[in-house]
Nanobody, 118 residues
Framework: QVQLVESGGGLVQAGGSLRLSCAASGSRFSIYDMGWYRQAPGKQRELVAV???????NYADSVKGRFTISRDNAKNTVYLQMNSLKPEDTAVYYC????????????WGQGTQVTVSS
């Protein structure tokens, strides 16, 4: 069973930076398009950034130019470098992957809390 373990969150002032990591267990990590998602209080979970199995990246408009997603297939790990953080980036951040309609992790990890103070 695939496990997803997110880390790297914390409390940071507006304009600061954080680097999130997601360590994934399970096989065939490299064939999945991996994504970072976030969920703020009272809001639905939203997709923030994706890195495909081929290494292409895509970002939500709200984070373009500030966040960078990357992956290390040898370590089964996906990263999210977050710069110029804003209070509206405050949320719990999760990772997961897709291969077609199939999810990499059947269950979501615990997430990592990111809090940006103004």
């Amino acid at each position: 069973q695939v496990q997803l373990v997110e880390s790297g969150g914390g409390l940071v002032q507006a304009g600061g930076s954080l680097r999130l990591s997601c360590a994934a267990s399970g096989s065939r990590f490299s064939i999945y398009d991996m994504g970072w998602y976030r969920q703020a209080p009272g809001k639905q979970r939203e997709l923030v950034a994706v890195v495909t199995s081929g290494g292409s990246t895509n970002y939500a408009d709200s984070v373009k130019g500030r966040f960078t997603i990357s992956r290390d297939n040898a370590k089964n790990t996906v990263y999210l470098q977050m710069n110029s953080l804003k209070p509206e980036d405050t949320a719990v951040y999760y990772c997961n992957g897709r291969y077609g309609t199939a999810w990499y992790g059947r269950y979501w990890g615990q997430g990592t809390q990111v809090t940006v103070s103004s």
